[in-house]
């Protein structure tokens, strides 16, 4: 693993720390933000309920990370969205895709790219995209992830229509989440779209002592 010092822009802003998180037999060493709490802003709160998840990594990232790993790339091209500090998107450029992560949060871009070079991972890309207006020049991709993007019912519609967009004719995409009431509207959301989402496997983790299932959907074209 690179000896990467973390970069000076993130030093000033943040007081970081580092996970150790393995997906498929290789360590990664991810810079992160030492609180989430700290992070929180009543302002962008207000604007639009903006809570800064993406400064962790949490079981459904885990998950989709292993999953990922297991995938051959072959240089085909994935997105990510909601790349949070990165798990996923250097899972999966190791993996052999071509990846471009996406958040609305510039800090996830920053760390993702951080955490990027600090394990010496390449063939990763990133940009600044919020689902409710996405840009017409995303282009189309042969994988789509997403890790904990299902927190509230309207969530689903939003994921549903970017896989209607960014999907590639014979592509699939991988949506996990921690089982929450909500995600399963995710599948009535892609049929309307002309897509067909089945809930493949739930995952049973401990996290903190309390036992969950990540649950792991994959969403094609009908």
Known sequence: MPN???????RARFELTTSRQVAGGREYELLKPRSVDELIS???FAIDERIPYWADCWPSARV?????SGLTGGGR????????IGLVTLAAAVAGFRVLATDYYSEALEFTEANAARNGVENVDS???DWRRLPDDLGTFDVVLAADVLYEKPQAALVANVLAQALSP???ALITDP???TAPSLIDECSSRGLAAVNLV???LVENDTPLSVWVYEVRRI
């Open 64 to 68: 989709l990370a292993e999953r990922v």
């Open 170 to 172: 014979g592509g699939f």
């Open 4 to 10: 990467v010092e973390a970069p000076a822009s993130l």
């Open 127 to 129: 940009r600044l995209i």
């Open 42 to 44: 009543e302002e962008d």
């Open 202 to 204: 739930e995952v049973p």
């Open 77 to 84: 091209d994935l997105l990510e969205l909601g790349c949070g």
């Open 179 to 181: 089982g929450r009431r």
